[in-house]
């Protein structure tokens, strides 16, 4: 019967079926065909609507519009600046000063293409005015945007989280040092990328002077708070004075407080079409989560991630071989489906197997989140990919052949974060 869920569900999304209306149908199977432990309708609705009666999914759409008060009072830039005064004249300095400000613009949006949005619109036209290519420009930033979703705040850690009853909190410090590793991983790529194809030195220098005219304090006191954003966020929850939920709540004032009284760089009469945005951005999440609540308790009483753990230990017995076929599954999952929608479908049917062979849960949460995020980029449904494209109006196919390098980079460090799960647990004591 687990079989046949799944083919129907892929069928359905094979004929262009939304997600949400796929996983209502395929919930729908095993009822209409009597198998054992079905649930009565009644109880699906029941099931769907306690998938949305959550308090801690209230945080998702708060980091959603904190994300985009940020982007739109023009944090991005403030963050750039300071990273290019200090990595401006070094070799690649420009594209990882980028690099450097989507992991700190992560900490703030929690989103990728969010951040590719935020980063890419103010850097890329600023580098390709420098002399860097504008495919390459465009494919680092659709790449280094995935850290948006492992650098916490993360929306996939908080899904993650709902999914599988793991701690947010812990989730988001595991995540800190394997983004941070991926980081280094894309910068050691733009540095062999300039060294193999040079880099225009009068320009950059003449910018480097623009930024060093200023002086550092002027920067310093621009970004300061955009600095500080994370400090406030994560500072609050791992000291235990506020939950993720009301972390989250706390990021859309300080957001709004420095956006209208500090930056100034937004107007009151412009809010109502921020707040519409963050509720279009979270509403279809909102949907999935509910239904995949319902898809998930389906599954369970069927008794399907019994049968998929069995399956795959029939054939791989060693941990790191389970790990290895994961890691497969989702790198062509996230191909062609969005990280949300992946993690609240197959995170409460791998978690199961990958605990019997061993796996810390908050680890396998980190795998997957980092798994997924190399799929933001990678064709044919990359979002991170289609948003980089667009900024610099171009087609995203010609975007992701500058991107594979970074993509091959990314792999490794997740290859890493697989196989040394001390890179996401020291933080956490373990």
């Given at each position: 019967?687990?079989?046949?869920?799944?083919?129907v569900?892929?069928?359905?999304?094979?004929?262009?079926?939304?997600?949400a209306?796929?996983?209502?149908?395929?919930?729908?199977?095993?009822?209409?065909?009597?198998?054992?432990g079905?649930?009565?309708?009644?109880?699906l609705?029941?099931?769907t609507?306690?998938?949305?009666?959550?308090?801690?999914?209230i945080?998702?759409?708060l980091?959603?519009?904190?994300?985009?008060l940020?982007?739109?009072?023009?944090?991005?830039?403030?963050l750039?600046?300071?990273?290019?005064?200090?990595?401006?004249?070094?070799?690649?300095g420009?594209?990882?000063?980028?690099?450097?400000?989507?992991?700190?613009?992560?900490?703030i949006?929690?989103?990728?293409p969010?951040?590719?949005a935020?980063?890419?619109?103010?850097?890329?036209?600023?580098?390709?005015?420098l002399?860097?290519?504008?495919?390459?420009?465009?494919?680092?930033?659709a790449?280094?945007?995935?850290?948006?979703?492992?650098?916490?705040?993360?929306?996939?850690?908080?899904?993650?989280?709902?999914a599988?009853?793991v701690?947010?909190?812990?989730?988001f410090?595991?995540?800190v040092?394997?983004?941070?590793?991926?980081?280094?991983?894309?910068?050691?790529?733009?540095?062999?990328?300039c060294?193999?194809?040079?880099?225009?030195?009068?320009k950059?220098?003449?910018?480097y002077n623009?930024?060093?005219e200023?002086?550092?304090?002027?920067l310093?006191?621009?970004?300061?708070w955009a600095f500080?954003s994370?400090?406030?966020?994560?500072g609050?929850?791992?000291?235990?004075?506020?939950?993720?939920?009301?972390?989250?709540?706390?990021s859309?004032?300080y957001a709004?407080?420095?956006?209208?009284?500090?930056?100034?760089?937004?107007?009151y009469?412009?809010?109502?079409?921020?707040?519409?945005?963050?509720?279009?951005?979270?509403?279809p999440?909102?949907?999935?989560?509910?239904?995949?609540?319902?898809?998930?308790?389906?599954?369970?009483?069927?008794?399907?991630?019994?049968?998929?753990?069995?399956?795959?230990?029939t054939?791989?017995?060693?941990q790191?071989?389970?790990?290895?076929?994961?890691?497969?599954?989702?790198?062509?999952?996230?191909?062609?489906?969005?990280?949300?929608?992946?993690?609240?479908?197959?995170?409460?049917?791998?978690?199961?197997?990958?605990t019997?062979?061993?796996v810390?849960?908050?680890?396998?949460g980190v795998?997957?989140?980092?798994?997924?995020?190399i799929?933001l980029?990678?064709?044919?449904?990359?979002?991170?990919l289609?948003?980089?494209?667009?900024?610099?109006?171009?087609?995203?196919?010609?975007?992701?052949?500058p991107?594979?390098?970074?993509?091959?980079a990314?792999?490794?460090?997740?290859?890493?974060i697989?196989?040394?799960?001390?890179l996401?647990?020291?933080?956490?004591?373990?």
């Amino acid at each position: 019967m687990a079989g046949i869920v799944f083919f129907v569900f892929l069928f359905f999304l094979a004929m262009s079926v939304p997600i949400a209306i796929s996983m209502i149908v395929s919930t729908l199977v095993p009822l209409i065909a009597g198998a054992p432990g079905a649930s009565s309708i009644q109880t699906l609705i029941q099931n769907t609507f306690s998938g949305a009666d959550s308090t801690p999914i209230i945080a998702i759409p708060l980091f959603i519009l904190g994300g985009v008060l940020m982007a739109e009072g023009g944090i991005s830039e403030k963050l750039f600046n300071v990273f290019a005064y200090f990595v401006g004249k070094r070799r690649a300095g420009m594209p990882i000063a980028v690099i450097m400000t989507c992991l700190f613009y992560g900490a703030i949006s929690g989103s990728g293409p969010a951040t590719t949005a935020a980063v890419g619109g103010m850097t890329i036209p600023l580098l390709v005015s420098l002399g860097y290519d504008k495919r390459f420009c465009a494919a680092m930033v659709a790449v280094s945007g995935g850290l948006g979703v492992i650098i916490p705040p993360s929306i996939p850690f908080v899904l993650y989280s709902l999914a599988t009853g793991v701690s947010t909190g812990a989730l988001f410090l595991a995540g800190v040092l394997p983004g941070f590793f991926i980081g280094v991983c894309l910068m050691v790529y733009a540095i062999v990328y300039c060294t193999i194809y040079g880099e225009d030195k009068e320009k950059i220098m003449a910018n480097y002077n623009k930024l060093h005219e200023k002086g550092f304090w002027p920067l310093f006191k621009e970004s300061f708070w955009a600095f500080l954003s994370p400090i406030i966020i994560l500072g609050g929850i791992y000291t235990g004075i506020v939950t993720p939920t009301e972390a989250a709540c706390i990021s859309i004032f300080y957001a709004l407080f420095i956006a209208l009284f500090v930056y100034k760089s937004i107007k009151y009469s412009e809010l109502w079409g921020y707040f519409g945005s963050a509720v279009r951005t979270y509403a279809p999440l909102c949907f999935l989560l509910a239904f995949a609540t319902a898809f998930g308790r389906m599954l369970a009483l069927i008794k399907a991630p019994a049968m998929f753990s069995n399956f795959i230990l029939t054939y791989f017995t060693a941990q790191w071989q389970v790990l290895l076929v994961i890691v497969i599954i989702f790198y062509f999952l996230g191909m062609v489906m969005d990280t949300g929608p992946a993690i609240l479908i197959m995170a409460p049917i791998l978690l199961p197997l990958v605990t019997q062979v061993g796996v810390n849960p908050v680890h396998f949460g980190v795998i997957m989140v980092t798994n997924l995020a190399i799929g933001l980029s990678t064709p044919p449904f990359g979002l991170d990919l289609f948003v980089a494209s667009g900024l610099i109006k171009d087609k995203p196919i010609a975007v992701s052949k500058p991107a594979i390098p970074f993509i091959i980079a990314f792999t490794f460090a997740l290859l890493v974060i697989v196989y040394v799960p001390k890179l996401s647990l020291t933080l956490l004591g373990m």
